[in-house]
């Protein structure tokens, strides 16, 4: 069995959403976890966060081409919705949504992997 085979059938190449998890706390935790919520940060916080999760998944060299997004809001007492559909194969890609939270802030990330054909 190879190429796109192998990662149908579940083999490491797989799109892992738990494994992507853990990736994307880390990297939150990295960029923002020791800091209060700074309007002007934010700019910086994101653009670091989605770098650092693009590079981190790149390296594992999986077959995916990856979209990353971040949002970050004071905690105000405020909602915040977010939402998101994808038409895709859903044998071959996938996606994560994180959120991490402090006393003074949200973060929620999205990645979505989609299969190199």
């Not at 976890?33 to 790149?58: F, H, M, P």
């Not at 905690?75 to 919705?81: E, I, R, V």
């Not at 559909?85 to 991490?100: E, F, I, L, N, P």
């Given at each position: 069995?190879?190429g796109?085979?192998?990662?149908?059938?579940?083999?490491?190449?797989?799109?892992?959403?738990?494994?992507?998890?853990?990736?994307?706390?880390?990297?939150?935790?990295?960029v923002?976890?020791?800091?209060d919520?700074?309007?002007?940060?934010?700019?910086?916080?994101?653009?670091?966060i989605v770098?650092?999760?693009?590079?981190?998944?790149?390296k594992?060299?999986?077959?995916?081409k990856y979209?990353?997004?971040?949002?970050?809001?004071?905690?105000t007492?405020?909602g915040?919705?977010?939402?998101?559909?994808?038409?895709?194969?859903t044998a071959?890609?996938?996606?994560?949504?994180v959120?991490?939270?402090?006393?003074?802030?949200?973060?929620?990330?999205?990645v979505?992997?989609?299969?190199?054909a």
């Amino acid at each position: 069995m190879t190429g796109m085979e192998e990662y149908q059938n579940g083999s490491e190449g797989a799109f892992n959403s738990e494994e992507t998890d853990g990736i994307v706390k880390e990297c939150i935790e990295n960029v923002v976890a020791g800091d209060d919520y700074s309007q002007g940060q934010v700019n910086k916080w994101t653009a670091s966060i989605v770098e650092r999760c693009l590079t981190q998944l790149v390296k594992q060299g999986k077959p995916y081409k990856y979209i990353v997004t971040c949002a970050v809001m004071q905690k105000t007492g405020a909602g915040l919705h977010t939402a998101n559909s994808c038409y895709w194969d859903t044998a071959m890609d996938g996606s994560c949504t994180v959120r991490w939270e402090n006393r003074t802030m949200y973060c929620v990330v999205s990645v979505f992997a989609v299969a190199i054909a």
